[in-house]
């Protein structure tokens, strides 16, 4: 009777062992796709710039003498 009950939890443990899991199915992902997008600042620094110069001609000293 043991041997009986030793092969049967033998055969029932093993075969759950044996289809626990299932095959591993490793799919290659494609490398992702990078776009060079064009700064923001574009026309903001020279604009900025042009600005700074103008006040500094403006506001610069002035040499007049009378």
């Known amino acids: 009777m043991?041997?009986?009950i030793a092969s049967v939890m033998?055969?029932?443990?093993?075969?759950?062992?044996a289809?626990?899991?299932g095959p591993v199915v490793v799919a290659e992902e494609g490398q992702p796709e990078v776009?060079?997008?064009?700064p923001r600042s574009g026309f903001i620094v020279p604009l900025v710039v042009g600005l700074v110069v103008l006040c500094a001609i403006a506001c610069g000293k002035n040499n007049t003498q009378e």
Request: no cysteine; proline share 0%; net charge positive.
């Open 35 to 38: 776009v060079e997008s064009t």
């Open 19 to 21: 289809m626990a899991g």
């Open 10 to 17: 033998v055969l029932t443990l093993g075969a759950s062992a």
């Open 2 to 4: 043991k041997k009986l």
